[in-house]
């Protein structure tokens, strides 16, 4: 069993955890976000597909076009109303309440009939009630049905498990109308006040002081899908678009920074850096840069900087996209752009990505560390100077001490989506090179991690809540998602737990 320093329980690891919970209810349901988004730009009144206006015999009010959007003479029909009013909060508050009842339907169906409650008892999309109701639902699903476990006659379990999730259900509805929806339709109202007051006074951008350094904690999910998006989403559906949508998933900032490690950057750094910019602007995947932070703090007030001034401009230039671009990259944002405001949105790309190179690029001009600040260096040396024992035997956590085979390998990141994706690929194509088809390599969100695995790979930022869910597993923490030397550590932790004589 690997010697493991104890799990720390400090505030960062539980407001991550209460980030991802969050983000883990929008993220799975996030094309059907896009859905909506596609489907409002191409038949709204103003929208791709009615461009000529009612000039048109077949766009006229009476079209089509209108029919599918929901105006002129169709104004009480269409699709996009009914998939903000209905389908989305559904989605939201069924993937809660299964989350809480440990991945059972059951939890899910409850959560759904308990957010449908607040939908009907609130005049306002119900995402913020989506993600009250759903998960109070599973969870309270999940035990009243403990009460009776194991106590139902044999022949008598569809019929007591149905009714009560159904007589449940019922109730919880109720409370959603009289209780959830009332407050989240006064919530929401003072929402939208206080971002009415930063855009009308131009304090929008201030924002960054808080969004960017929370994303380089590994927050970025819990911001954009956990609070930003709810709220886009219901000020596009008022306004044909919303500027929240770009507070966290434009790429500009990011961009920026790595661009200037391109240029004046040291070591590693240097070298991974226009992969990970490629990776970042096109793939979306925006955890790739957060190690490039991390090692040097102070460059958070580069990404502040382009984050102030991306939102600057869009605020200057009225725009913003009309559904979440996800992920953050820059063929995303320009999908979810409506046609009045490309000019905006490609400036505040620019003009973001400009204001954190200059500032990015002063920091580490004048950073007098020689080696200290590269993403790997340090960890090569110590490496080369060890010699083949330490290398299968050390991890980040510990000194790894059993032998047993390793054929479950996890990379595991906050979402389970992008940055775990990558790492996964790039450990399995090294792992299977080196002759081990055998061992398993999947990514996973860290909340989705059971203790049947054998060995863990996450940030060295996530590693504590990972070993959490995971205490009998081996872990290894990286810092540099693409090109970790801990990776050909892995491999050769796998080469000796299988017995392996000699290198392959």
């Not at 508050?93 to 957010?115: E, F, K, L, P, S």
């Not at 009243?144 to 009560?164: C, Q, T, Y």
Request: aromatic fraction near 8%.
């Amino acid at each position: 069993m690997s010697t493991q320093t104890p799990p720390r329980s400090g505030a960062r690891v539980h407001v991550q955890k209460f980030g991802t919970f969050l983000s883990n209810m929008v993220l799975p349901n996030i094309g059907a976000f896009i859905a909506w988004g596609l489907i409002t730009a191409l038949f709204i009144e103003n929208g791709w597909l009615n461009l000529g206006g009612g000039d048109n015999a077949w766009l006229s009010p009476g079209s089509w076009v209108a029919e599918f959007g929901g105006w002129g003479d169709f104004a009480d029909g269409g699709i996009v109303g009914p998939m903000i009013t209905y389908l989305l909060p559904l989605l939201i508050g069924y993937t809660g309440g299964r989350m809480m009842y440990d991945n059972n339907i059951r939890g899910g169906v409850v959560g759904a009939i308990a957010t449908m409650g607040a939908i009907a008892g609130a005049g306002v999309p119900m995402f913020l009630g989506a993600m009250i109701m759903g998960p109070l639902g599973g969870w309270s699903m999940k035990k009243l049905d403990a009460v009776w476990s194991h106590k139902i006659r044999p022949g008598f379990e569809m019929l007591v498990n149905n009714f009560s999730a159904g007589i449940w259900g019922m109730i919880l509805a109720i409370v959603g109308f009289v209780v959830a929806g009332p407050f989240v339709s006064w919530f929401s109202a003072r929402a939208g006040e206080i971002i009415d007051f930063l855009v009308d006074n131009s304090l929008l951008p201030l924002t960054s002081l808080f969004i960017e350094p929370a994303k380089v904690l590994f927050l970025n999910n819990a911001i954009n899908q956990g609070i930003l998006t709810p709220l886009g989403t219901a000020e596009a559906d008022q306004d044909g678009q919303s500027i929240l949508f770009l507070l966290e998933a434009n790429p500009a900032a990011g961009a920026g920074l790595l661009l200037a490690f391109m240029m004046f950057g040291k070591g590693a750094a240097k070298a991974s850096a226009p992969g990970a910019l490629l990776i970042h602007f096109v793939g979306g995947i925006h955890e790739i840069y957060f190690p490039y932070v991390l090692m040097k703090p102070k460059l958070i007030l580069a990404m502040i900087a382009g984050g102030m001034t991306q939102i600057f401009i869009n605020l200057a230039f009225s725009s913003g996209l009309r559904s979440p671009a996800a992920p953050g990259s820059i063929i995303a944002v320009l999908i979810a752009t409506p046609g009045g405001s490309y000019v905006g949105v490609i400036l505040s790309v620019i003009g973001g990505a400009a204001a954190s190179f200059t500032v990015a690029a002063f920091l580490l001009k004048t950073d007098r560390a020689a080696d200290e600040g590269d993403l790997t260096a340090a960890t090569a040396s110590m490496e080369s100077m060890k010699g083949k024992k330490s290398i299968a035997s050390s991890t980040l956590g510990g000194t790894a001490t059993e032998t047993r085979e390793i054929r479950t390998i996890v990379f595991a990141c906050d979402a389970g989506m992008g940055s775990s994706a990558m790492g996964a690929s790039v450990l399995r194509k090294k792992i299977h090179g080196a002759g081990h088809p055998e061992v398993t390599v999947v990514n996973k969100a860290i909340s989705d991690l059971t203790d049947d695995v054998d060995l863990v790979v996450t940030h060295q930022d996530l590693t504590d809540r990972a070993r959490q869910k995971t205490p009998s597993a081996q872990h290894v923490s990286v810092d540099n998602f693409m090109g970790s030397p801990k990776y050909d550590e892995i491999v050769e932790m796998v080469r000796q737990s299988h017995g392996t004589t000699e290198k392959i």
